[in-house]
């Protein structure tokens, strides 16, 4: 019977494998298509995916988290959830479709009704595929699921192109997001052997809906601020400033919220199976957030440094307005992997309470950073919101630090070395840039090259946490020689 140490490793290994994946894919995907496309087409389907990702979370309804939850799922249960979900999602496609023509108004965009209808089929095909996937998330089953996420976005990102290519324009967005759920849902149904059967009882529903309830809230919540900032730019300004805004946020938040998509899968049902145990919880934590810190904060700080030559370069002038816009959004992206991490831990053990409280917390100073900003701008409105995640993060870290004997001032020395290493690091990229060089294109080379190098030295150096737990994660597959420079290097042994 392997251990959970294995088995969380065997999982985040596959995980990352999909995560590092997806990344490259979707990295390579979007870059042309924002040469193919304008930044006005971006912000007409950044509008209707507030309305079609609010009807997917209905379709969730936190019973599929509920069942991850749970320790022994019946069959009656998983069926039960599929037929509810399925049903939701019926409702929420003719609630989409009923509102696009208000929609279309409201933003004085005709083309965003037919769009939203098409794009609402992309629901009901997420709702068939939605237990397959939470069933191998369950039994930490992320290689068949690696397979899965890399073939649907390849072939989707391989139809997107060839459309935009063709100029079918933002229509071929739209072709792209469908291909992806549709591919998906045919491998997971292929590769998965689950299918439902047996009766549908309203008991199961009744015994998991205070769970699954208040994570449907919660989802909600999220959805909805977070994609308030979207809405309101649509309305006040144009689709093209929206358009700018969605590619800083696709650009910063590729990898990271590759690495947060990981984490949520393989954390929340890793830390579910010791729920009981607080000590390995806060050891779990520790190890998590460590990790995470170590490879988070110089990915933000690093790329608020190269934003300029990274965007032109890949980009092209067309999307020069995006600049600032990004290096916000990096700030933001710093910290809320980590609070997902805490999230994950609250949801593990049940207290959905808790979670439901915090995310009200953080939801209501979205609020008041809205109203407060708006009236200066998008970048007032940007800045507003990176202020609300960091104090977001400090209440989520305590609620969640109390519960574990993990101190808010135990996790702040904790996350010490990586913040001021991350700022070194940035130190080191930005001063390396005031060179002279002939094009861009060395100068992005040099900067990401001096700051990862000064930063893996720092990190050799003063043998950080997160550091140790990586190689001992990989020393038995080093081989001979890998395994001779990490003891040199690290000192960390099989032992």
Request: glycine letters at 8%; hydrophobic letters at 55%.
């Amino acid at each position: 019977m392997p251990t959970l140490r294995k088995q969380t490793i065997h999982a985040m290994s596959w995980s990352a494998l999909e995560t590092l994946g997806l990344t490259i894919l979707q990295f390579v995907f979007s870059i042309i298509m924002a040469r193919l496309l304008t930044p006005e087409q971006y912000g007409l389907i950044a509008v209707l995916g507030v309305f079609i990702t609010l009807a997917q979370t209905f379709v969730d309804s936190g019973f599929g988290s509920a069942l991850i939850q749970k320790r022994e799922p019946s069959q009656t249960d998983i069926t039960t959830v599929f037929v509810f979900n399925m049903v939701i999602a019926v409702v929420c496609v003719g609630a989409v479709c009923g509102v696009a023509p208000w929609i279309a108004g409201f933003y004085g965009q005709p083309i965003l009704r037919p769009m939203a209808c098409v794009l609402s089929m992309g629901i009901v095909i997420n709702a068939l595929c939605l237990i397959q996937f939470r069933l191998m998330t369950k039994r930490l089953d992320f290689k068949t699921q690696a397979k899965i996420g890399l073939g649907s976005t390849l072939f989707s990102g391989v139809v997107g192109v060839l459309m935009a290519m063709n100029g079918f324009g933002v229509w071929s967005l739209v072709a792209q997001q469908l291909c992806s759920h549709s591919v998906r849902g045919i491998l997971l149904w292929g590769l998965n052997p689950w299918r439902p059967s047996g009766h549908i009882s309203l008991a199961s529903l009744r015994e998991m809906a205070p769970f699954g309830s208040r994570i449907l809230g919660i989802g909600l919540l999220e959805t909805v601020f977070k994609n308030l900032n979207r809405l309101v730019i649509a309305k006040l300004f144009s689709p093209a400033d929206l358009g700018y805004v969605e590619r800083a946020h696709s650009l910063s938040d590729m990898p990271i919220s590759g690495l947060t998509s990981m984490l949520n899968k393989v954390m929340f049902p890793v830390m579910a199976t010791i729920q009981d145990d607080f000590k390995r919880l806060k050891s779990s934590l520790r190890t998590s957030v460590a990790v995470l810190a170590w490879v988070l904060f110089p990915a933000t700080v690093g790329l608020i440094v190269v934003a300029e030559p990274l965007v032109l370069i890949l980009l092209t002038r067309k999307w020069a307005a995006s600049i600032p816009y990004l290096r916000l959004c990096c700030i933001d992206l710093m910290v809320y992997p980590l609070y997902v991490v805490h999230l994950s831990l609250l949801k593990a053990i049940g207290r959905s309470d808790l979670v439901l409280r915090t995310e009200l917390v953080r939801k209501g100073l979205v609020l008041i950073s809205l109203l407060v900003t708006y009236r200066w701008g998008i970048m007032a409105m940007m800045a507003g919101y990176a202020l609300v995640s960091v104090v977001s993060f400090v209440v989520i870290i305590t609620q969640s630090g109390r519960l574990v004997g993990y101190r808010i001032r135990e996790q702040a020395i904790d996350l010490v070395p990586y913040v001021m290493g991350a700022l070194l690091m940035g130190l080191m990229a930005w001063l390396s840039g005031w060179i002279p060089y002939p094009n861009l294109w060395l100068k992005l080379i040099s900067q990401i090259a001096v700051g990862s190098a000064g930063y893996l030295l720092l990190s050799i150096m003063f043998r950080w946490k997160a550091v140790m737990q990586i190689t001992l994660a990989l020393y038995p597959y080093l081989g001979t020689t890998g395994q001779s420079w990490a003891r040199r290097l690290t000192g960390v042994s099989a032992a």
